[in-house]
């Protein structure tokens, strides 16, 4: 009669580690991270899995990532930004010039001809964001800015080798600025995000694509295309995209404050900068797949890449008289960003 209430230690030990695990899953916090690419992407498998595996391991398990690819939530890419702002999403990795014309401050590091690499881009990219376009990303928690490492042009039918070669091609361009430099080469840019690039080249809606390599194996367009034109990687790079890690700020204010700290130590400029890191070297591996496809390559010499150079000033012009007419400095800051990127 004694033993009638007492546990076994087997019993006991068995509720406890029940217990233990019960509590931990009370307290773990799933994030719900939602972007337009594959899951095979560079994008997930370099950048977004390892920074979800350090916030969980830096919380001891308490912060975890419930990954979303290639808009597996529904929407477009151009609605991710107002996913993370509306709370469809905690976490997106978006691009935000594919809302053409909302974020025209932080697009001047989409201009023509900025930048020589992706890490040191992006670190600039962080300090001038967070210093002149706050107004922008109002309604979001920024963890990374970033850019990636350039892009290369390629092409179906034909090689692109001198700026005479854009003339009647009808070319992808990833944002409004990108858009008005084929333009200005004398090439037909057709706008579209990346997801609908690789049936656009098959039925032949384009010619060929303005992309980085890194994403090239990830919609396997090197399957699609014959011909890759580079430019000389002396110069500076031919145009590139800014991309934005955001969160939900009501997701981030509901954390205790060790997990804000989590999220904190893994946002800013260093961060930033790794991830220019990451697309950096997914050149290399992305080039590596049209080297594999026995695709053309042609290397874009310097002298013809500055005339494409001062075909393209007006770009930045145009930028500049844009964004004084909505009330901000636009040569200001087109110099800051310069300044910063030559730091």
């Not at 076994?8 to 719900?32: C, E, I, K, W, Y």
Request: hydrophobic share 45%; net charge neutral; with cysteine.
């Amino acid at each position: 009669m004694k033993t009638r209430n007492v546990l076994t230690p087997l019993f006991a030990s068995v509720l406890m580690t029940f217990g233990a695990a019960h509590a931990q899953g009370d307290n773990v916090v799933t994030l719900r991270l939602h972007h337009f690419l594959p899951p095979s992407s560079n994008a997930q498998v370099k950048l977004i899995e390892p920074w979800c595996a350090k916030i969980g391991a830096e919380s001891a398990g308490r912060l975890k990532c419930q990954i979303y690819p290639a808009m597996q939530m529904g929407g477009t890419p151009a609605q991710l930004f107002d996913q993370a702002k509306d709370g469809v999403a905690d976490i997106v990795w978006a691009v935000p010039g594919y809302q053409a014309g909302r974020f025209l401050v932080s697009e001047v590091f989409e201009l023509p001809f900025m930048g020589i690499s992706g890490e040191k881009s992006s670190r600039a990219l962080w300090a001038y964001a967070t210093k002149n376009a706050t107004d922008e990303y109002r309604g979001i928690r920024p963890l990374m800015f970033h850019v990636i490492a350039g892009m290369a042009l390629h092409t179906t039918k034909k090689q692109i080798r001198t700026m005479e070669d854009f003339n009647g091609m009808k070319l992808r361009a990833p944002t409004r600025l990108a858009t008005r430099m084929v333009t200005a080469f004398g090439g037909t840019p057709v706008p579209m995000p990346m997801p609908q690039v690789s049936e656009s080249l098959a039925k032949g809606v384009i010619d060929g694509a303005m992309m980085p390599w890194e994403v090239v194996p990830a919609i396997k367009a090197q399957e699609i295309v014959k011909y890759h034109s580079e430019t000389d990687p002396t110069m500076p790079l031919l145009s590139t995209t800014t991309f934005v890690l955001a969160m939900n700020p009501a997701k981030y204010d509901s954390l205790p404050t060790e997990l804000k700290k989590v999220i904190d130590a893994n946002s800013g400029a260093d961060m930033s900068a790794w991830a220019g890191k990451v697309f950096d070297e997914a050149t290399l591996t992305g080039r590596q797949s049209g080297v594999d496809h026995k695709n053309t390559f042609y290397m874009v010499p310097a002298d013809e890449v500055k005339k494409w150079q001062k075909a393209s000033d007006g770009v930045a012009m145009e930028w500049v008289s844009e964004v004084t007419a909505k009330g901000h400095d636009g040569q200001r800051l087109l110099a800051e960003a310069r300044a910063l990127l030559d730091n």
